[in-house]
């Protein structure tokens, strides 16, 4: 990247020497205007040096993302950066300032933002409203790559405030101006006196109570201004219950009362609408339908794309600091007519291009030019009908004289035409029995080299057309294997049918994609082959692959669901994998299945390595499907030790493979494979039988109180009968069923967040235990948290090992309060030094379960382990 200030100091040293030797005034002035043409020239090639390099931009918000505000500047912000021509990835985070407005949740999200970010390149940065302004100023040096900052949401005051004294900052202001809503209310209710204020006493309520008090107080000194941001809930909805026809109540920031407790926003503006005698005005539009009459209204949507608009110019190579910060056009005058109606107030009050919400529907409004297009259409037709009627009596008089004059040539032209009109017949019958013929030959012939379902060319017509492909040029060409991630599963939970539905949207995008240099074929099942000829270059063959992995990120709309699918794709090259089709498929699809191994959603390119793991994974297949009846698998159990009280309180029950032809075989190594196989559904059920099996005769032998935790697959929990097992196998096994935990892994959390929901919540109404395991190696959000009953919080040993080089210690010390906050016991796994155990007992975590106190063992050995256990207490 050029350095602007270090070249222009350059040129300037250059041609200083040049203009001391001049002495002419004119050579001076010459010299300064190409200096300042080439530094303009350096500045934008600076910026634009590679347009089409990634550029990575950071959403920081405020607030959470429920709320309405947020979410509309945040889609603002999206969609004008996806209509963009640059190359963007965005990442969006939220602060939840409104709930956690703490101290320790700063201190939270700096840990955990410099986790995340502290090695990723960010190029910009974009807020939404103070609290986000704040903390990216204050910590983009050290946590975002000491990127440029564009704000939007942030008042006047507020901007003025937070960004002096920094720069390479600019932004779009949030303008509050009630103005003109307190000029429509006057038109409205013209006996206008009292304007009772609602706004709260966090900073930001406060700044924007005292901006519309100034604003009102200098446009209208005649109004009394009542500011409510001192009363308590209760004693605010009972004062505006009492209002006289002389007021109106305007609404701005109120999600807290005076007593600090906390106000949905949508509900308070609802609540007050319903209680109060006169108009409630509001002061944003994601308030509208919630009860509240309207007004001029800021808009967070149009603040978000007046953000992303000078994001975009600094994208294209914009200095920064020649933008100003600027206060866009950012209100909506929008009113809701049930509103309108519950205060009597006619359309002509308010102004003309007000947009109304909840209007009932009228046919002659909605359709008007339609409407009167139809009256003066069936007007002329009437027109024409009657000029039509008037010229065929006419007609029909020369009709009638005509028609006597040449009955007699009539009759004999019939004698004439009876014969050729017969021969025509049988000539024009024979024609289309041809062509009947004809159709269905080619019927027939695309179908035999068709796929019925989606139209696409199908196994047969690649046999027989790759070849021609391949060998009418020199250059190289490639074969793509592409298998659909995890269709199995959308055919087992959605059914069959719209699994097809899915195959035929599925081809559709592949044919957005296609030229004449590319076809497509459905092989079978949801496997389909694309022949890309003269791809010279393996950067190319790679471009285009990630090219198609992008073009499936938009998601697919069937039946009113909303799917998100990945492609797992496989490349063989001809010539230098293979001349036959056959070796390219072989080669291909061995790729495919390393593409799913390194975790779907990706490409890979053949390389003769793979035959290697290609032919294990094989040997494994084929073994594993006889290795529950063959009685080849056996449970390990790792002890869970409570750090208080140095007793062992419970297990994990690890599944491990011992099989004759290859011999102990890892879980790293055969358990992905059970799920793609869909046999982790029996292994699943009988690990599950065995755990609490083991449970029941510990039980007898006198070890009460004990927890045994079972790991779940997703697949098993996509079974419809998934709970009725877990409930008969307690019943059988007579154990009770807060001593059975099953665990689950975040990325399951994430991924299925709402099709398991249900099935946690029935489990858990039963008293069974659910743990989230390896917490912290992916993205949960702390909402899904609250949402789901996680009884139990595993923190991931990756975490636990930085304890011990003091380079982790802090977040790992978070991640535990953040369990112990949300009422759930913290586990922490592979533990394995004494450090880290006194720094965990020293941070309140519940229990360990690592090496430091056990491996994992079998049965006979965790026995021994627990009478020593019980003779040592």
Same mark, same amino acid.
């Given at each position: ?28 002035? +010459? ?80 840990? %955990?933002?410099? %986790? ?12 939404? @409203? ?131 407790? +906390?106000?949905?926003?949508? %509900? ?53 600091? @020649? ?17 309108? #109606? ?70 004999? %032209? ?65 074969? +793509? ?73 938009? #998601? ?57 793991? +290609? ?13 529950? #009846? ?230 006979? #050995? ?12």
């Amino acid at each position: 990247m050029i350095d602007i200030r270090d070249s222009k100091h350059e040129f300037m040293k250059m041609w200083g020497v040049i203009v001391t030797k001049k002495t002419g005034k004119k050579v001076k002035i +010459f010299v300064v205007v190409v200096i300042s043409l080439l530094f303009i020239l350096l500045h934008k090639s600076a910026y634009a040096k590679n347009p089409n390099e990634i550029k990575n931009i950071l959403i920081l918000n405020s607030y959470h993302q429920g709320l309405d505000w947020t979410k509309e500047e945040a889609n603002g912000i999206v969609d004008t950066l996806k209509n963009s021509n640059h190359n963007i990835a965005t990442f969006i985070e939220y602060m939840d300032w409104k709930n956690y407005p703490t101290e320790l949740n700063l201190n939270y999200l700096y840990d %955990y933002y410099k %986790y995340k970010y502290e090695h990723k390149q960010i190029d910009m940065i974009i807020t939404t @409203d103070d609290a986000a302004l704040k903390f990216a100023l204050a910590h983009r040096r050290e946590l975002f790559s000491d990127a440029t900052i564009v704000f939007c949401g942030v008042n006047q005051e507020g901007a003025q405030t937070i960004t002096k004294g920094y720069t390479r900052v600019t932004g779009a202001i949030e303008l509050i101006d009630p103005t003109k809503t307190i000029q429509i209310a006057l038109n409205i209710t013209e006996s206008l006196k009292n304007i009772y204020l609602i706004y709260d006493n966090t900073e930001s309520g406060l700044s924007t109570g005292k901006i519309i008090t100034d604003k009102i107080n200098l446009a209208f000194p005649e109004l009394n201004i009542i500011p409510c941001n001192n009363l308590a809930y209760g004693h605010l909805i009972k004062e505006v219950q009492e209002l006289g026809q002389e007021s109106i109540v305007l609404v701005t920031t109120y999600y807290r009362d005076v007593n600090n407790r +906390f106000i949905d926003m949508e %509900y308070a503006n609802r609540d007050v609408s319903s209680n109060s005698a006169v108009p409630v005005y509001q002061l944003y539009d994601f308030s509208i339908g919630s009860g509240v009459l309207g007004g001029s209204m800021i808009s967070g949507r149009l603040q978000g794309e007046s953000a992303a608009d000078l994001a975009i110019r600094i994208l294209n190579g914009e200095n920064i600091e @020649d933008i100003p910060i600027s206060t866009p056009e950012s209100y909506r005058t929008i009113f809701d007519y049930k509103q309108l #109606e519950r205060y009597h107030i006619s359309m002509k009050e308010i102004p003309k291009d007000s947009e109304i919400m909840n209007k009932p529907f009228s046919f002659y409004e909605t359709y008007k030019t339609l409407v009167i297009s139809v009256v003066i259409s069936f007007a002329i037709l009437i027109c024409f009908v009657g000029i039509l009627l008037f010229y065929i009596r006419m007609i029909n008089r020369m009709k009638k004289n005509l028609t006597e004059n040449h009955e007699e040539l009539t009759q004999l %032209y019939e004698e004439l035409t009876a014969s050729d009109e017969e021969m025509r017949q049988q000539y024009d019958q024979i024609v289309m029995n041809n062509e009947k013929i004809r159709i269905g030959e080619e019927k027939l012939t695309f179908l035999a080299y068709h796929d019925s379902l989606t139209g696409l060319p199908n196994k047969l017509s690649l046999y027989e057309n790759a070849k021609k492909r391949f060998h009418r040029n020199r250059n190289t060409s490639a074969l +793509f294997f592409i298998d659909i991630d995890n269709f199995k599963n959308v055919n087992d939970t959605m059914g069959h049918t719209f699994g097809d539905q899915l195959i035929v949207k599925v081809s559709d995008r592949f044919c957005t994609i296609l030229d004449q240099k590319k076809t497509i074929y459905r092989l079978s099942g949801d496997e389909f082959i694309m022949i890309v000829e003269e791809m010279n270059e393996i950067s190319e063959v790679e471009q285009f692959a990630s090219h198609i992995l992008n073009v499936f990120r938009d #998601e697919f709309e069937i039946q009113e669901y909303i799917l998100h699918i990945s492609l797992s794709i496989g490349i063989s090259l001809f010539p230098q994998h293979g001349s036959s089709l056959d070796e390219l498929l072989k080669y291909a699809d061995i790729a495919m299945y390393q593409a799913k191994e390194a975790g779907r959603k990706s490409f890979m390119i053949y390389d003769q390595r793979m035959n290697e793991v +290609f032919t294990e994974r094989m040997n494994i297949e084929k073994q594993l499907e006889n290795a529950l #009846e063959h009685e080849e698998f056996i449970l390990f159990y790792q002890p869970q030790l409570d750090i208080k009280t140095n007793k062992v309180t419970g297990f994990e029950a690890l599944l491990r493979w011992r099989n004759p032809v290859l011999g102990n075989v890892s879980p790293v190594r055969f358990i992905h494979i059970a799920e793609d196989t869909h046999m982790i559904i029996p292994i699943g059920t009988w690990v599950l039988k065995s755990a609490c099996d083991f449970l029941h005769r510990l039980n007898r032998l006198g070890f009460q109180d004990l927890t045994v935790s079972v790991n779940i697959s997703i697949l098993q929990l996509l079974q419809s009968d998934f709970c009725d097992i877990v409930n008969q196998t307690i019943k059988y096994y007579e154990i009770q069923p807060q001593n059975l935990e099953l665990e689950i892994t975040e990325s399951i959390l994430m991924e299925s967040f709402e099709r398991i929901g249900s099935k946690l919540e029935e489990l858990c109404a039963k008293n069974i235990k659910i743990a989230l395991d390896d917490f912290g190696k992916g993205y949960s959000s702390l909402n899904y948290l609250k949402q789901l009953p996680i009884t139990t919080l595993k923190v991931d040993k990756s975490f636990i090992d930085h304890i011990v080089d003091k380079k982790g210690d802090t977040l790992t010390g978070h991640i535990v309060s953040i369990g112990k906050s949300m009422g759930m016991c913290v586990i922490a796994e592979g533990v394995e030094h004494q450090e880290q155990l006194e720094y965990l007992a020293e941070h309140d975590c519940d229990k360990i379960q690592g090496y430091l106190y056990s491996k994992p063992v079998p049965e006979e #050995e965790l026995i021994k382990l627990l009478q020593w256990d019980r003779y040592e207490i």
